[in-house]
């Protein structure tokens, strides 16, 4: 840890603390990957076929789910769970802190948003405000694992129990977290997946729902191909929200080293917990994400937070100054949901905790490849930045 006194800072012409800026993030593809995905092209089966059953059943059982079903990405995943589980008109608590997709598809379903505040120190659901929230019209709650940190699936699952409740799970950026020892998949009505390119298991496009009930495995089959239930006999009304084999291939040879590079982020994670929170006293004004007692996150992202009252600056501010020492930050996100326009005729209030996060989280670099001393050295930025605006 460097010395807490203030020196220049990159941003006012001093030297910066990285020479060429870390990376973000390392969403690139390996050899095989590539090789997979030509196997693919060379064959000439472009659609959804082995590649992807091979990805299904894979994927399913690496995250302690019965059946996994590939699809377009991780919007259509919302789109097939929630249009198999609910009715237009049904209410849905949902986070008023997540990405616009586990809401949006809320809406898009006919269904009725019912914000839930989030808890300040691990920034995921707060379950006891979605208790105050049900109503007798409540159907179901919408939970994302957020930056890939699982929710308080126990109270989750025990709220959803006393009132008959369907739930979904958001793990698009969850791949492989565990809560209690178990897989993700376990826990739910429906777990959906995103394999965006940036995500820890990226494909380009890509998702998956996941289930363990056999008939809304059956539901779903028939929602994500036009109903379909022989050739040209469409049963239902429904749409085309299929994977194909290439995307399924780079996704079978991504998977075979997704748990390996899970824990690499996971040893990452608790290096930059501890130089925040614990050693030399921490970077005074910054915390670390809390944690979800029972979760093993896939950490898809490492938030930090704030204490604007202890900076004469503000996030942005703090943020710009990083990166000129050479640490790349993101945002997410710069507003909560309610504060969404395209939310505005759903909104009645603006739950507080996830309003004030907006501005006060920066994600720092995350992924497989980093290293102990570029880990150290982010530290080193962090709280040289933090010295300079420290009150
Ligand atoms: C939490 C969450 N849900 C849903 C999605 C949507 O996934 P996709 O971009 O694959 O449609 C994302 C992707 O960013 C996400 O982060």
């Not at 590649?51 to 991780?74: I, M, P, Q, V, Y």
């Not at 921490?282 to 490492?302: C, F, M, N, Q, V």
């Not at 501010?317 to 005729?345: C, M, W």
Request: one cysteine or more; hydrophobic letters at 40%.
């Amino acid at each position: 840890m460097p010395p807490a006194t203030a020196r220049k800072l990159a941003i006012d012409g001093g030297r910066p603390v990285f020479d060429s800026p870390v990376a973000f993030m390392k969403p690139g593809l390996k050899p095989q990957d590539v090789e997979a995905a030509h196997d693919v092209l060379k064959s000439g089966m472009l659609r959804a076929s082995k590649k992807c059953e091979e990805l299904e059943e894979r994927f399913a059982k690496a995250s302690g789910a019965k059946h996994g079903l590939t699809c377009a990405n991780g919007t259509c995943a919302l789109q097939l769970a929630y249009g198999v589980l609910f009715e237009p008109g049904d209410e849905i608590l949902v986070p008023a802190w997540t990405y616009i997709a586990t809401v949006s598809m809320v809406v898009a379903a006919g269904l009725k948003p019912i914000w839930v505040d989030a808890l300040e120190d691990t920034m995921q659901i707060d379950v006891a405000d979605a208790a105050r929230k049900v109503t007798s019209k409540t159907r179901g709650i919408a939970a994302t694992h957020l930056y890939g940190m699982p929710v308080d699936i126990g109270a989750v699952q025990k709220l959803a129990k006393a009132n008959n409740l369907k739930v979904v799970y958001d793990c698009a950026q969850s791949h492989l977290a565990t809560y209690k020892g178990d897989g993700l998949g376990e826990f739910g009505d429906a777990c959906t997946y995103s394999f965006y390119a940036t995500k820890n298991l990226g494909t380009g496009e890509g998702g998956m729902v996941t289930v363990n009930d056999d008939t809304l495995k059956r539901d779903i089959e028939l929602m994500r191909s036009h109903g379909e239930t022989e050739k040209y006999l469409h049963e239902r009304i429904g749409f085309n929200y299929r994977m194909n084999d290439i995307t399924g291939a780079i996704g079978c040879s991504r998977l075979d080293r997704l748990l390996e590079e899970t824990c690499a982020r996971r040893e990452a994670a608790d290096q930059y917990d501890t130089m925040i929170e614990d050693f030399e006293g921490g970077i005074k004004g910054i915390s670390a994400p809390g944690r979800t007692e029972g979760a093993d996150a896939a950490w898809h992202l490492y938030t930090a937070k704030m204490d604007l009252d202890q900076f004469t600056c503000d996030r942005d501010t703090f943020v710009k100054a990083l990166n000129a020492e050479g640490v790349p930050t993101a945002i997410h996100y710069p507003r909560s949901l309610t504060h969404q326009p395209a939310f505005k005729d759903y909104v009645t209030d603006h739950p507080p905790v996830a309003a004030g996060l907006a501005s006060k989280v920066f994600c720092l670099p995350m992924h497989h490849e980093l290293d102990g001393p570029t880990v150290a050295k982010i530290g080193e930025a962090i709280a040289k930045v933090a010295a300079t605006y420290r009150r």
